[in-house]
């Protein structure tokens, strides 16, 4: 006698099992296309940051910061215009972050070098309170916390001075770097980089999970 009770109590289990595996495959799916996107994301971002527009904008802000004695002083009731188009693309780079349209990672190996010396430069415009802007860069703030912890780690292993870094001689370097190149990149060219973004992500995808973070 067949027992139809142990039937359906396998069946039912198989019905289980099989739209758990659904769910996981979908799940995979979803977060493989997220990664895709915000591999795509990052470099539409990169594609506006090399852009001759902004090249240019970078450069007016360096030379807005630099004179032939070193960093330009100013007062955080008149601070350089030129600085407000450059922050203003670092701010949206934060929002992307926080509605999970960029990885923090991605965005601090691609951008930190740059971003930096510019945040520290203009840190009472961004974070003090009596700066009429402190609110309009919060997610620009977020962003950079992020962005340091992960710096913070890397150079924990190294045993390295993270803020000695960011010294006035060394924002100066970096202005007078923009000045001298116009806005190029330092170290790879937009083609390097959008390659690398490739592998890392067919790297995750073939291991099942997304880019490493």
């Not at 004695?69 to 955080?76: D, H, I, K, N, R």
């Not at 913070?152 to 870094?165: D, G, S, T």
Request: aromatic content about 10%.
């Amino acid at each position: 006698m067949v027992n139809w009770v142990a039937v359906e109590a396998i069946a039912n289990c198989g019905f289980v099992a099989t739209s758990v595996a659904a769910i996981g495959y979908a799940g995979l799916q979803l977060k493989n296309e997220r990664n895709y996107r915000s591999v795509s994301n990052l470099e539409k971002q990169l594609s506006f940051f090399l852009s001759e527009p902004f090249a240019l904008a970078r450069k007016q802000l360096a030379m807005d910061r630099v004179n032939e004695t070193g960093l330009v002083a100013w007062e955080l009731h008149d601070p350089p215009v030129s600085a407000f188009e450059v922050l203003d693309f670092y701010e949206h780079v934060g929002l992307l972050v926080k509605k999970g349209h960029l990885d923090v990672y991605d965005v601090w190996h691609t951008f930190y070098e740059w971003a930096q010396p510019v945040y520290v430069d203009l840190r009472a415009l961004i974070e003090d309170p009596e700066s009429a802007y402190s609110d309009h860069y919060s997610d620009l703030r977020k962003l950079m916390r992020e962005m340091d912890e992960i710096q913070l780690h890397r150079m924990h292993k190294l045993k390295a001075n993270h803020w000695a870094l960011w010294t006035p001689e060394r924002i100066l370097e970096h202005y007078r770097y923009e000045l001298e190149t116009g806005g190029r990149r330092r170290r790879m060219s937009r083609s390097q980089r959008k390659q690398e973004a490739r592998e890392k992500l067919d790297a995750g995808h073939v291991e099942g999970g997304g880019v490493d973070a």
